[in-house]
């Protein structure tokens, strides 16, 4: 499986990288800085892109079986400035999908995306007032977008909890339709959050699903 990658020279898409090489198969790297990228592998294309621009998106994703979408933007604390990158980027993503005939894709998002009654209280009244909110709303903004304009699309949202560097815990990872997991840990290693985003395109799961994830306790 040819597999293209955006956001590969953050932290979780450096780990999709590794995990998808690791397991035979071949990685396109649509970056904007590749100098950022210093793994060297057979099977791994490095390409320099405007994750903006439709086209160069579109003609690198014909070569590729699925894509996955790994960017994301840091906390803005305090920050009164809007937070556009999830949703700009998965209307071109998808639009440059359609065009260059690839039907499956599979993005990172984050528990409680919504405020939903049960949400955690320290997530709803600490984290998203202080540097959260604008990230999780956009999330949110982009999430709602895939399921109402995107139903030609294989799409699947993932919900991880905080994440951390690491290696992998072995463990069973829990998923669900939910803002969280109930009864799992709050936080968990990026490198199984890259393992369980290749699980949904290797084996063809949770297909037009939101779903959270996490590692239980």
């Not at 590749?34 to 793994?39: A, G, L, Q, S």
Request: contains cysteine; aromatic residues 6%; glycine residues 6%.
């Amino acid at each position: 499986m040819k597999i293209a990658v955006l956001g590969a020279t953050g932290p979780t898409g450096l780990e999709f990288v590794n995990e998808a090489l690791d397991r035979g198969h071949g990685v396109v790297a649509l970056v904007r800085n590749p100098e950022k990228i210093t793994v060297k592998h057979e099977n791994l294309k490095v390409l320099k892109v405007n994750i903006l621009n439709e086209d160069d998106l579109t003609e690198n994703f014909k070569q590729c079986d699925v894509v996955i979408s790994c960017l994301g933007t840091p906390p803005s604390w305090l920050s009164l400035t809007p937070v556009t990158l999830y949703l700009d980027s998965m209307k071109v993503i998808t639009s440059a999908m359609r065009k260059s005939g690839v039907k499956r894709v599979v993005c990172l998002s984050s528990m409680c995306s919504k405020s939903e009654p049960g949400n955690p209280v320290w997530v709803e009244w600490v984290l998203k007032p202080l540097a959260l909110g604008k990230p999780l709303q956009n999330m949110a903004q982009m999430e709602d977008y895939l399921t109402s304009q995107c139903s030609d699309l294989d799409f699947t949202v993932v919900r991880p909890p905080g994440l951390v560097n690491g290696p992998s815990t072995g463990k069973q990872i829990d998923a669900c339709e939910s803002q969280f997991v109930a009864g799992a840990e709050w936080s968990m290693p990026r490198r199984d959050v890259a393992k369980f985003m290749l699980s949904c395109v290797v084996d063809s799961l949770w297909l037009k699903k939101i779903i959270a994830i996490g590692i239980p306790k």
